[in-house]
């Protein structure tokens, strides 16, 4: 493989990124890739591309290659970040499905606490803990949820009138 080829390739995707036009910047990293598979930094920015596409699964197999191809904390961060969003999106998916009442109704919790473990900064994490938790009645735990994020983001409007909304709900639960 020519370096100078798979650096044409890596600039043009960056310049399709420029343009806000993430699709071509994908095809200019994969075929920087084609170039050269064992290109860890590559699938990286790849993997972050596919990732800010809405492509979870792609963002995750490349981020994966890179942890395998050099171990890089930047690397292994990201990786963790992406499959803290995976299992946020599952345990979304089976609060929103609960109705149907054919699953655990502690799963979410479950998994959302992986996602925590994985990337602690994750806010979605927490907010979504908190309304699993408070489903459950469990509202002592769902308001330390939201202690925890509300810390991360403490200017977050949003997340103070959650926590009043949770502690309305703990009030009408001990009556």
Known sequence: MNPNEQ?????AAY??????????AIKYFEAAIAASPDDAEVRYRCSITYARSGMLDKALEHALAAVKLEEKPEYRLHLQHLQALRLVQEAKRLLEDEQEGKHNPYRPITLLREAIVLDPLYGD???????????MNEHLQAISALKEVIALHPDDAGLRQLMKDLQRSLQKYIQ
């Open 125 to 135: 994490a927490y907010v979504w803990l908190a309304i699993a938790h408070s489903r």
């Open 7 to 11: 650096n044409e390739y890596v600039k």
């Open 15 to 24: 310049r399709s990124i420029l343009r806000s036009d993430f699709a071509e």
